[in-house]
């Protein structure tokens, strides 16, 4: 049995993120709706565009530290993987004889940094990632991955990266 090790590193990276923008978002709302600044002085001017951009923030680093912090097990014996997301606690489990395979990729951050991700197919679908930005032990993981088929490295482009993002096919056997 192989469990995820969490990157602390991603993970409250991804906190501050969050957090920035729920200050950002209240300042702008209080001073917006209230009158009063707390915390961050917005300008007058931009009160609506400042609850907007930090209503937009917090959904996009919120949908990503939902999506993405989960716990791994990887039940080697048992020819099982299951995904458990540390802050709502939910808990999918996928058999290795219902998937495909896996494919490996390189994803890129904001700054250029590259990290290594594995996606389970199934049904021509990516049905799960396991992240080397969210994993220190990835390599651990993938070792126990050792009972699915590899279907190979799958290079990503922006359209790619949308259909995964929409649950939409985009592994071609």
Known sequence: MVRSKFWSFGFWLMMLFLLFFLVLFLSSCTQYYLGKSILIKMSTKSG???IVLSLFGLILFGSVLVSSAKI???????????FKNMLFR???VFAFDELD?????IQRDGNSNE?????LVKEAKYVAKVSDFFCSNYNELKQGLGGLKYLGIKKF???DSF???CGLSVYHK
């Open 101 to 105: 395979g896996y494919v490996e990729t």
């Open 90 to 92: 939910n808990e999918i």
């Open 163 to 165: 259909k995964v993002l």
């Open 48 to 50: 609506l565009v400042g």
């Open 157 to 159: 482009n922006i359209i």
């Open 72 to 82: 791994v097990i990887i039940d080697t014996i048992g020819g099982s993987i299951s």
């Open 115 to 119: 990290y290594s991700v594995i996606y």
